[in-house]
């Protein structure tokens, strides 16, 4: 099994930078990509960012040139830098390890999701 504890959720202001933080824990062998996602009241939950293991990246469009996803291979935790943010940014967020796997390599990958962080942005 693998835990997922997220940190850096809050209030700022319009225009504002929060940086989100999601570290991944339980005798994990590796794990493939890692990302985040973000659900609003209302709305389905949607990609915001990916990052494989070779550090490639994927970002949604309303947040490119203002978000920055990062990771730490060896302490298994993802980053998501965040500036500019705008009301619109406000939502639960959401961090995902895809294809974790357990102890070695032989073990089956399975996908995980951490439990969410409030985002509000807002003056």
């Known amino acids: 099994q693998v835990q997922l504890v997220e940190s850096g959720g809050g209030l700022v202001q319009p225009g504002g930078s929060l940086r989100l933080s999601c570290a991944a824990s339980?005798?994990?062998?590796?794990?493939?990509?890692m990302g985040w996602y973000r659900q609003a009241p209302g709305k389905q939950r949607e990609l915001v960012a990916i990052i494989n293991t070779d550090g490639m990246t994927r970002y949604a469009e309303p947040v490119k040139g203002r978000f920055t996803i990062s990771r730490d291979n060896a302490k298994n935790t993802v980053y998501l830098q965040m500036n500019s943010l705008e009301p619109e940014d406000t939502a639960v967020y959401y961090c995902?390890?895809?294809?974790?796997?357990?102890?070695?390599?032989?073990?089956?990958?399975?996908?995980?999701w951490g439990q969410g962080t409030q985002v509000t942005v807002s003056s």
């Open positions: 339980g005798n994990i062998f590796s794990i493939d990509a």
């Open positions: 995902k390890v895809d294809r974790a796997k357990i102890a070695t390599w032989l073990s089956p990958g399975y996908d995980y």
